[in-house]
C-alpha cells in the first residue's frame, strides 16, 4: 500500500514508480492490491488519473522515476469495505441534528483511511460513534464526510447522516455557495486586508506541491483560487489573520499566503528558507477551520483558544 504523501484536503495522491517499466494500470493494482486491474481500468477511463505533468491512460507504461497522480479520494471510493471502527480517536461534535453532524478534527489526524486496514483516523472515530454513517459519501472509506481537511489542519468537518442530506450539501459545496473561513498565523506585518486571487497548478517538478507559478508551455488543468486575508493583531514579527475562501483547491491558504509573500507559520512546505528554524521549532502549521457559512443562513463556528499556539 502506497504511502501518505500529501493530505487529503481535496487533494492529489502522489505515488512514484522504480523499478522496471509497467502499465500505468498494472502498477496501481500493485498499489492497492485489493482493486483488482480491471477497476483500476474503469477508474483511470474515468477520472483524471496524472502521469508526470499529462493525463494517463490504463496503458501507459512508467518508466523509471516516473510520478502518478491522482485524486486522493479515489482509492477509496473504488473499496467496499468501510473503516475500522476506532473508539480511541476523539469525536468532538460542535453541533447535531437529524441530518447533519459538525465535527471539529483536532491537528495531527487524517481525515480519512487510505486503506480499510488504516486505523487512527476521524473517519475511524465517526464508524465507532456512528456507524449508521456506512454507505454514505464519497466512499465506504469516507462515511457521510462532506469535506476534508490537511492532517496539520484542526476544525470543522461536515458529515451527513442521510444520503439526501449528503447531495444536498455537496451540492452546496460544489457551487461554491459554501464560505470557509479559517483563522492562522503568518510571518510578517500585515496592516491592511489583502485578496490573493492567483490560479493553482500541480508543481512541474515536485507532483505533492502547488504553485501559483505557471510556465508558458503548461497544457494542464488551471485551478482557479481567491484568499482573502485580513489582519486581526499583530505581535513584532507575526500576524493573527481570518483567511476567507469559496474554493476548495489543495494547499490554497498555505500556497497564496507565501505568494503574498506571509507564509503561514510552521508551514515546513512553503514557508521562508529564513524562518524555517522557528518553523520546526513550532512543531505544527498554524492553520484551523473556524467557520462554515452555509446558503440557508446557518452558520457553524469551532473556537480557537489562541492561547494553544503560544
Known amino acids: 500500500m502506497s504511502s501518505r504523501n500529501v493530505p487529503d484536503y481535496d487533494g492529489c495522491l502522489i505515488l512514484r514508480h522504480s523499478g522496471p517499466p509497467t502499465r500505468l494500470d498494472h502498477f496501481l493494482h500493485q498499489q492497492f492490491p485489493d482493486l ?3 477497476r483500476w481500468k474503469r477508474a483511470i477511463e474515468t477520472t483524471e488519473v496524472m502521469v508526470d505533468g499529462r493525463p494517463g491512460r490504463k496503458g501507459t507504461m512508467l518508466t523509471e ?3 502518478v497522480c491522482l485524486p486522493s479520494w479515489l482509492p477509496t471510493s473504488l473499496t467496499s469495505r468501510a473503516p475500522v471502527p476506532d473508539p480511541t480517536v476523539p469525536v468532538e461534535v460542535v453541533f447535531e441534528d437529524d441530518e447533519l453532524l459538525v465535527l471539529n478534527k483536532p491537528a495531527g489526524i487524517h481525515t480519512h483511511p487510505l486503506s480499510p486496514d488504516e486505523t487512527g483516523t476521524l473517519a475511524n472515530g465517526l464508524m465507532a ?7 454514505i459519501g464519497f466512499s465506504h472509506l469516507q462515511p457521510g464526510l462532506l469535506n476534508r481537511l490537511d492532517r496539520d489542519t484542526s476544525g470543522l468537518v461536515l458529515a451527513a447522516k442521510t444520503r439526501e442530506s449528503w447531495n444536498k450539501y455537496r451540492q452546496w459545496f460544489t457551487q461554491k455557495e459554501i464560505t470557509k473561513i479559517y483563522l492562522g498565523i503568518i510571518h510578517g506585518i500585515l496592516d ?15 507532483h505533492d506541491k502547488m504553485t501559483t507559478h505557471i510556465p508558458a508551455i503548461y497544457r494542464g488543468r488551471r485551478l482557479p483560487a481567491v484568499t482573502i486575508i485580513e489582519p486581526l493583531d499583530h505581535s513584532t514579527s507575526t500576524t493573527r489573520v481570518r483567511l476567507t475562501m469559496k474554493t476548495g483547491v489543495m494547499h490554497q491558504l498555505r500556497v497564496h499566503c507565501a505568494a503574498a509573500g506571509h507564509p503561514l507559520v510552521g508551514d515546513l512546505v512553503y514557508g521562508n528558507p529564513e524562518t524555517r528554524d522557528i518553523d520546526e521549532q513550532i512543531g505544527r502549521l498554524r492553520l484551523h477551520a473556524f467557520r462554515l457559512q452555509c446558503p440557508d443562513g446557518r452558520q457553524f463556528t469551532a473556537p ?6 503560544s
Open 192 to 206: 491592511e486586508p489583502l485578496t490573493v486571487e492567483l490560479p493553482l497548478i500541480h508543481h512541474p517538478r515536485h
Open 129 to 135: 460513534a456512528y456507524p449508521g454513517l456506512e454507505g
Open 65 to 67: 522515476a516516473s510520478c
Open 304 to 309: 480557537l483558544n489562541w492561547e494553544d499556539w
Open 36 to 38: 483488482s486491474i480491471q
